[in-house]
């Protein structure tokens, strides 16, 4: 699956998620914990995008090349998410608990329909 196409899924997952969900949150989170819940999301999504966009870059070249893709973008994701996180909380005085419920579910969600790519992709390639 391209990069783009990749984006449209998880557009698509995250849009149409808080869009079902809007009518039930909205009313009980108010627009602070609405805001968090879209920012969360929106981290989420965002973090998927470059690690999936890294191995794309790294697929087909060296094992260091692919090594370094990988792992420096994950220490470099996860310093950029604390960071996000941290401001989101601290600067912009977003809610804890939403934010946090939403960015790591569909964290979660992401990285298993990423792996799920990433290994139909991989078994392609190998016939």
Known sequence: MS???????VLAI???SLALLWPWLAPTLGPEG???TLAGGGLAAANT???YGLVVFSAGR??????RAVLGGMVGRMAV????VAA?????GLPKVPLAVSLLSYFVLFLA??????HRRTAETSR
């Open 81 to 84: 998410m604390l960071a996000a």
């Open 3 to 9: 990069l783009g196409k990749y984006a449209l899924v």
């Open 113 to 118: 329909i990423e792996l799920a790519v990433l």
């Open 62 to 67: 060296s094992a260091n090349v692919f090594m």
């Open 14 to 16: 995250v849009s149409g």
């Open 49 to 51: 995008l470059v690690a």
């Open 88 to 92: 989101l909380i601290l600067i912009l």
């Open 34 to 36: 609405w805001l968090a």
